[in-house]
């Protein structure tokens, strides 16, 4: 006999296809099972999964097969994202270690294109919408990797650059009363003008410049949490890759 599927020759007795692993007798009954109504097909995916999941299909979906050249390529990425990280986690918000970091360059660009973007809101929003535009990048690209192109992975490796980014102004907030930290252009918040220095600003005309290393210290603390997360998310994505890679 032809298996059905490959046309593999065989023997008749065969349950299963030795080629392709057609199992026979499921193959003739879902033949000759009868038709489902287009209606009845609608309205089976229209019905929505539970909230388990809608989680698992976009934070946990996993392609059929895992190509194993991307995957060694991922693996070394999240090698690097973990002592790279691990270093942000365990130097100090003091050390500044992370604003002279080539980190800080790529945040750099989102975060004076923030002020340009939110500059039509007012002086306030002008000087917030630094850190805004730094923040919201990586956090655009999560939800792009999420809903669009369904690559939690992707999605992963942009949480620990929010978290990068969270860190990365935490020490900025906390030069708010000091003005010792540089900023761009070689000035520091005490040989600037108000309003040059960002967290100086803000957390001056929101009453909170007292509050300036707590808040420093809160950011950091998201930071981490953010870092260790992508952690998890990245390295639990590889396994279940790993699962699927092509033979």
Not at 36 to 45: G, P, W
Not at 84 to 100: A, C, D, K, P
Not at 156 to 171: K, Q, R, Y
Not at 186 to 191: E, M, W, Y
């Amino acid at each position: 006999m032809k298996c059905p599927k490959c046309s593999f020759e065989q023997p008749a007795q065969n349950v299963e296809c030795i080629r392709c692993g057609l199992i026979f007798a499921k193959y003739k009954k879902r033949r000759s099972a009868p038709p489902v109504s287009k209606s009845l097909t609608m309205a089976r995916e229209e019905i929505p999964p539970g909230v388990g999941g809608i989680i698992k299909n976009l934070f946990f979906f996993v392609k059929p097969e895992t190509n194993p050249l991307i995957f060694s390529a991922r693996v070394l990425l999240f090698l690097i994202i973990i002592v790279w990280g691990l270093i942000f986690v365990f130097s100090t918000m003091e050390s500044n270690y992370i604003g002279e970091s080539f980190w800080h360059l790529v945040n750099l660009p989102f975060h004076e294109a923030g002020h340009i973007i939110f500059r039509p809101l007012g002086r306030f929003m002008t000087s917030l919408g630094g850190t805004l535009g730094q923040l919201l990048m990586p956090l655009i690209c999560l939800v792009v990797f999420i809903v669009k192109t369904r690559d939690p992975f992707a999605a992963s490796f942009s949480t620990w650059w929010l978290a990068v980014n969270f860190m990365d102004i935490a020490p900025y907030i906390n030069d708010a009363r000091s003005g010792t930290l540089p900023l761009l252009g070689g000035n520091t918040g005490r040989t600037s003008p108000y309003g040059f220095h960002d967290w100086e600003f803000i957390l001056g005309e929101s009453g909170l410049l007292k509050y300036d290393h707590g808040l420093a210290d809160f950011s950091y603390m998201i930071g981490t949490v953010l870092m260790m997360v992508a952690f998890l998310w990245g390295g639990y994505m590889l396994f279940k890759q790993y699962q699927k890679l092509n033979p």
